[in-house]
């Protein structure tokens, strides 16, 4: 699990220093961007499907599905011709990665003891702070002394593996029937999710916001999305049941999960930035500064299952929350003469926050369903950090425009910017400590009425 999971961390950051190389060779640089925007867009569409089929098929063949799609899509990036290819061919990795992120998440679920879990699952995670500092650099490495190819290439013989140890180790017992798969839902959910994220995705970027592009793509994706809820109804087999949206402990832990997507992308977008173009940094600094809220994550989301264990996962998930405030709260004294070891001190405070509240929450909405239903759980949590991310991108986006005005970028201004945003990620994470708040006071008991 943590290799696969490795896969899609590492190609969420190794490209990123790869641009220019790959510009250069193949052109599109007004494009690059959706490099990006489908790999995330496809990935987070899928999410809610993948973990639907996992709940009628099994988690084994979704996760091999998963990683095929990715080995495909990996092995055609590194053939492209053109940025056009390379954008479809990124596409593919990003259907892949959609079945690879849920399924390893439910799959720890099915195969440790809750008590087990949290350390489990926090080596899991750690895969996103190791790839947040080997990423980059791999991907600077292979650009300078081989080829941007070699980014796409070095997947092959991880997926090779992952899928070979999956298919080994992992056995599960699925009961073997003639489900009916609810293709109307899926289509319904798939597009309407699409047209919805790509309008925050690209507002601002590719049409501007009130465009008639970006209101048809939100019109129009709002209208399936009420088609879907309208057919979920009555269908046999929901691909995304809406109990899920009626008990307390899965609607809390799914807002504290968008919540989450939205301060981490905050910061992963703008703290390299600020580190850099304010505090007179190098990239390996900014990079620094940004890595501990990775480390600070697994380290606390490990050992969260002994504090869950004695206190319950609502005061642990209390504890994450309020050391999450006071580091967002720190943030408020970010200035243009602000040391670099600060700015590190603040993300790590913040990851130990956010370990110690996204573990126990997804772990205790795991635990309040039967194996029948934890794909879709798990799903549904995972798809509303995605749409966390996709609405922090929309709204911090839109606040740096407004205060940057006409592309001024001097350190007062982006310090201003900067703050603006972090206003907002306060309000975010007193959002996440009122959802942590909402949880049930009882440690959850499996529910399998619908």
Known sequence: ????????????????????????????????????????????????VY???????????????????????????????????????RVIQGLGAGAIAPMTMTIAGDIYTTEERAKAQGYIASMWGVASVVGPTLGGVFSEYTSWRWIFLVNVPLCLIAAAMVARNFR????????????????????????????????????????????????????????FIAVERTAREPVLPLWVFRRRLLVSSGIGSAAIGAVVLGLTSYI??????VLGSGPLVAGFALATLSIGWPIAASQSGRIYLRVGFRVCALIGTSIALVGSLLLLLLD????VLQVAATCLLIGVGMGLTNSPTLIAAQSS???????VVTANNLFMRSMGSAVGIAVFGAIANGVLGDGDRTPEKLTDAVQHIVVVIVGLSVLLLLAAAALPRTSPEPVTTQ
Do not use: N
């Not at 369903?369 to 794909?375: I, K, L």
């Open 369 to 375: 369903v039967g194996w029948h239903e934890r794909g």
């Open 51 to 89: 973990g639907k089929l996992a709940d009628l098929f099994g988690r084994k063949p979704i996760m091999l599905a998963g990683i095929g799609l990715f080995l495909l899509g990996s092995i055609l990036c590194s053939l492209a011709w053109s940025m056009g290819a390379l954008i479809a061919f």
């Open 1 to 48: 699990m943590m290799l696969s999971t490795a896969l899609i961390a590492l190609d969420s950051t190794i490209l990123a220093t790869a641009v220019p190389s790959i510009v250069k060779d193949v052109g599109g640089f007004a494009a690059f961007p959706w490099l990006f925007s489908v790999y995330l867009l496809a990935q987070a569409v899928t999410v809610p």
């Open 272 to 277: 390299p930035t600020y580190v850099q173009e």
């Open 336 to 339: 243009e003469h602000t040391p």
């Open 172 to 227: 599960e017992r699925v009961e073997r029937s003639a489900p009916t798969i609810d293709y109307t839902g899926a289509a319904l959910l798939t597009g309407g999710l699409t047209l919805l994220i790509l309008a925050l995705l690209e507002g601002g970027e590719l049409w501007s916001w009130g465009s008639p592009a970006s209101l048809a793509s939100f019109g129009i994706g709002i209208g399936l999305l009420a088609g």
